[in-house]
């Protein structure tokens, strides 16, 4: 049962990529990105990570994801046309250097078969992590917070910026 | 059980799939969607190691890389739109007024 889930869950995020970086519409793509970061959480509760699940869903599908439709419906969604296409050279060259990434990765990841460690009591659940942000990963989590804000403070000063 | 091997193989799928977009794509949003199919390629790999030891670092670490996405996004998102309202177009290969 979690197996066929799994290779169901996989299909659909490696196919959503896949539109991600095809389709010539912005606005499919965005759709298609919505879902595959939805497959991701799903991969997410599979590997018995709850909270990250429903964190990345609130943040990547909710948060993000309103953000770039906000971006593509602000922007003019017509696609990039005749001028947005990388020449012929570069695109083999790509897509050699992809297989040619797959073929070293592929051996090594696939081979790796650990004997699963059971899981302890309340394992991905909000009160160990949050024990351990609040702990173990103090300064981090301060430090992610400063990040954020400066984000912000830089986003609303780019937003705000009168063209001269 | 899920297979660890084969969760980090989709993950280094998908991260693949990230730099062809990155590489073949030439408007800036889809390049930005590229960059978080990759950092959530990263994010499948942190909690699947992480599943693998049992411990709970690696779910923590794919919080962090959530967080900087977040700010990744929003501070991205808002440099395409000001360079669209000077350029009206988001194409990179415009953008070239600091190469040589």
């Known amino acids: 049962m979690t ?44 590997l ?16 993000i994801m309103v953000l770039f439709l906000f971006v593509v419906m602000l922007l003019d969604p017509g696609g990039e046309g005749k001028a947005g296409k990388v020449g012929r050279g570069q695109l083999y060259a790509t897509i050699l250097g992809a297989f040619a990434l797959l073929a070293a990765l592929f051996p090594i990841l696939v081979g790796y078969e650990p004997s699963l460690p059971p899981t302890p009591a309340g394992y991905g659940g909000v009160e160990s992590i949050g024990t ?33 | 059980m899920v297979p660890i091997g084969l969760v ?13 977009g990155v590489l073949i794509r030439r408007s800036a949003l889809v390049i930005f969607m590229s960059i978080e199919i990759m950092l959530n390629a990263a994010n499948l790999a942190f909690v699947a190691l992480s599943r693998a030891h049992a411990g ?45």
Not at chain 1, 134 to 154: C, H, K, Q, V
Not at chain 2, 8 to 20: C, E, K, Q, Y
């Open chain 1, 3 to 46: 197996q066929a889930l799994f290779y169901l869950t996989a299909f659909v995020a490696v196919m959503t990529a896949a539109v991600v970086i095809l389709h010539r519409n912005p606005v499919v793509e965005s759709l298609a990105l919505a879902l595959h970061l939805c497959t991701i959480a799903f991969f997410f509760v599979l």
């Open chain 2, 56 to 100: 709970m670092d690696g779910q923590i670490f794919a919080f962090f890389v959530m967080a900087v996405a977040a700010a990744e996004a929003a501070v991205g998102l808002a440099i395409i739109v000001a360079v669209f309202k000077r350029r009206h177009s988001t194409d990179v290969d415009q953008m070239a007024l600091l190469k040589w």
């Open chain 1, 48 to 63: 018995s990570a709850p909270f990250a699940a429903i964190i990345q869903i609130i943040l990547y599908a909710g948060a």
């Open chain 2, 8 to 20: 980090l193989a989709v993950s280094g799928l998908l991260f693949t799939l990230g730099v062809v």
């Open chain 1, 132 to 164: 351990l942000l609040f702990t173990d990963y103090l300064f981090p989590f301060e430090a992610a917070s400063i990040l954020l804000l400066a984000a912000m403070i830089g986003a609303l000063y780019l937003a705000k910026r009168e063209i001269d």
